[in-house]
C-alpha cells in the first residue's frame, strides 16, 4: 500500500502564500497522477489541481494564476504553491496520488494522505 503525508498549511493573512508538501511512500513501481482536493466545512471534496507523469497540469477554475502545481519523481513528492490566498481558499487540503506498486505482483494503487489545514483569515 501506498501512504501520503501532507505538510505546510497553517494560518495566513489575504494575500499571503503557503506552500504545501506531500511525501508518497511504500513499494511505489511507478506513480502516475498526482494532485491536491480542499474541502471546506459543509462543503464536498473539490479538485484543486492535478499533474500526470507525462507533465500535464490542470487547475479549477478558482486557483488558475494564483497555484502553481509541482513534482519531484526522485523524492516520491508532489507541492503546491499556493499565492494571491483569499478566505475562500481555507480548507484542509488533501494530497492524492495514483500509479502502479509492486509487491509479489504489480498491481494498480490510488491513495489520500490525511490533509493538511489552510486558514486564510485576517
Known amino acids: 500500500q501506498v501512504q501520503l503525508v501532507e505538510s505546510g498549511g497553517g494560518l495566513v493573512q489575504p494575500g499571503g502564500s503557503l506552500r504545501l508538501s506531500c511525501v508518497a511512500s511504500?513499494?511505489?513501481?511507478?506513480?502516475?497522477?498526482m494532485g491536491w482536493y480542499r474541502q471546506a466545512p459543509g462543503k464536498q471534496r473539490e479538485l484543486v489541481a492535478t499533474?500526470?507523469?507525462?507533465?500535464?497540469?490542470e487547475y479549477a477554475d478558482s486557483v488558475k494564476g494564483r497555484f502553481a502545481i509541482s513534482r519531484d519523481n526522485a523524492k516520491n513528492t508532489v507541492y503546491l504553491q499556493m499565492n494571491s490566498l483569499k478566505p475562500e481558499d481555507t480548507a484542509v487540503y488533501y494530497c492524492?496520488?495514483?500509479?502502479?506498486?509492486?509487491?509479489?505482483?504489480?498491481?494498480?494503487?490510488?491513495?489520500w494522505g490525511q490533509g493538511t489545514q489552510v486558514t486564510v483569515s485576517s
Open positions: 492524492n496520488a495514483e500509479g502502479v506498486v509492486v509487491t509479489t505482483i504489480i498491481r494498480p494503487f490510488a491513495s
Open positions: 511504500g513499494s511505489i513501481f511507478r506513480i502516475n497522477a
Open positions: 499533474i500526470a507523469s507525462g507533465g500535464s497540469i
